[in-house]
T-cell receptor, first 114, second 109 residues
Framework: GAVVSQHPSRVICKSGTSVKIECRSL??????MFWYRQFPKQSLMLMAT?????????EQGVEKDKFLINHASLTLSTLTVTSAHPEDSSFYIC??????????FGPGTRLTVT | EDQVTQSPEALRLQEGESSSLNCSYT??????LFWYRQDPGKGPEFLFT???AGEEKEKERLKATLTKKESFLHITAPKPEDSATYLC??????????FGAGTTVTVRA
């Protein structure tokens, strides 16, 4: 299967600071990718969809000014959590839409805001 | 609104005890139904995509089947390393995935 990496795997930050999470596809290119959030004991919730070179589309209830997405290239996307608060603590996972329309996920980033 | 319901919520099996997981769904314009495996603290690992009713796919001890309203993931003679949360998701026309809550499988040696 396709390989997707995320960096960092874990991050702890103080309330009010910003955190950037990087997501890379290592062996394929994709014009469309997705960012998800997963709370403990819950399933994945889609946050936003982005297409390379255009603005991201956010799901209802997700603040676009808080969660900044930059789909910089066909293999790289970043999610920046701005002015993070403890309630933003979660597991953030990216995925790329491959040419066969299957989604391949990264290993996730555990964000803890203190 | 797309809905995906997985059952049971948790499944405890003895090694070698075969069983099935259920995923029932309602979606407008189904492109595909996906099964993923997720280990604690990790991202989902792709297992199968099913596109049409009647389709079946196999991988080692896992077999996935699809009808017009539900999908089953059969685990044959499971081993402890099959312990994980199995996620079902439906893909709509816009390529977005809607996930079920998952079934956590624990296989005891």
């Amino acid at each position: 299967g396709a390989v997707v990496s995320q960096h960092p795997s874990r991050v702890i930050c103080k309330s009010g600071t910003s955190v950037k999470i990087e997501c890379r596809s290592l062996d394929f290119q994709a014009t469309t990718m997705f960012w998800y959030r997963q709370f403990p004991k819950q399933s994945l919730m889609l946050m936003a969809t982005s297409n390379e070179g255009s603005k991201a589309t956010y799901e209802q209830g997700v603040e676009k000014d808080k969660f900044l997405i930059n789909h910089a290239s066909l293999t790289l996307s970043t999610l920046t959590v701005t002015s993070a608060h403890p309630e933003d603590s979660s597991f953030y996972i990216c995925s790329f839409l491959a040419g066969n329309y299957e989604q391949y996920f990264g290993p996730g980033t555990r964000l803890t805001v203190t | 609104e797309d809905q995906v319901t997985q059952s049971p919520e948790a499944l405890r099996l003895q090694e070698g005890e075969s069983s099935s997981l259920n995923c029932s769904y309602t979606v407008s314009g189904l492109r595909g139904l996906f099964w993923y495996r997720q280990d604690p603290g990790k991202g989902p690992e792709f297992l199968f995509t099913l596109y049409s009713a009647g389709e079946e796919k196999e991988k080692e001890r896992l077999k996935a089947t699809l009808t017009k309203k539900e999908s089953f993931l059969h685990i044959t003679a499971p081993k402890p390393e099959d312990s994980a949360t199995y996620l079902c998701a439906v893909q709509a026309a816009d390529y977005k995935l809607s996930f079920g809550a998952g079934t956590t499988v624990t296989v005891r040696a």
